[in-house]
T-cell receptor, first 112, second 111 residues
Framework: DAKTTQPPSMDCAEGRAANLPCNHS???????VYWYRQIHSQGPQYIIH???NNETNEMASLIITEDRKSSTLILPHATLRDTAVYYC?????????????FGTGTRLLVSP | DAGVTQSPTHLIKTRGQQVTLRCSPK?????VSWYQQALGQGPQFIFQ???????QRGNFPDRFSGHQFPNYSSELNVNALLLGDSALYLC??????????FGEGSWLTVV
């Protein structure tokens, strides 16, 4: 089972910031939080990941709470092309093996 | 730098047939995983290959098998196809424990 909880859907106006929350209250100390998005009929696209510090790249920012039980993905200036399903994933590792366990994600709709 | 590439992009098979899907990992990656994504669902882990061996397997029957070649490319084989095998099959690659990247997938329809 997925170790994360996300709202099923969110709306955002074009040009505004989109803030997508994720709860991962059972995360372990050495587990990373990863964000992917999936635009209709395409493969999941990697966005960003972090352990405990806030992270920023050309696509988004990731804010992780101090207790690491939740995080927020921020798209600073959402565009129509950001409409997608966003998945928050805690990366599971076991003796050098890793897999991604996807939940149901958040369907973000960016409107004009 | 080519990303993860998969072929074919779409295919239609009949129940009972067998199918082979192919994947070339991102340049420099040595680990390949396969995921199945049914319509409206999130991707589900099938198995992972490293050094030409299956390292871990998800909850899929033995009809699903795979292979990794010395150049790190991989195949997914599904035998005795069922209607329920209709899905988007995703290949993902990484370098050891690094970030995992996905291909665009192969859409399989079983009729």
């Amino acid at each position: 089972d997925a170790k994360t909880t996300q709202p099923p859907s969110m709306d955002c106006a074009e040009g505004r910031a989109a803030n997508l929350p994720c709860n991962h209250s059972t995360i372990s100390g050495n587990e990373y939080v990863y964000w992917y998005r999936q635009i209709h009929s395409q493969g999941p696209q990697y966005i960003i990941h972090g352990l405990k510090n806030n992270e920023t790249n050309e696509m988004a920012s990731l804010i992780i709470t101090e207790d690491r039980k939740s995080s927020t993905l921020i798209l600073p200036h959402a565009t129509l092309r950001d409409t997608a399903v966003y998945y928050c994933i805690v990366r599971t590792e076991n003796t050098g093996f890793q897999k991604l366990v996807f939940g149901t994600g958040t369907r973000l709709l960016v409107s004009p | 730098d080519a990303g993860v590439t998969q072929s074919p992009t779409h295919l239609i098979k009949t129940r009972g047939q067998q199918v082979t899907l192919r994947c070339s990992p991102k340049s420099g990656h040595d680990t390949v995983s396969w995921y199945q994504q049914a319509l409206g669902q999130g991707p589900q882990f099938i198995f992972q290959y490293y050094e030409e061996e299956e390292r871990q397997r998800g909850n899929f029957p033995d009809r699903f098998s795979g292979h990794q070649f010395p150049n790190y490319s991989s195949e997914l084989n599904v035998n005795a196809l069922l209607l329920g095998d209709s899905a988007l099959y995703l290949c993902a690659s990484s370098l050891a424990q690094g970030t995992i990247y996905f291909g665009e997938g192969s859409w399989l329809t079983v009729v």
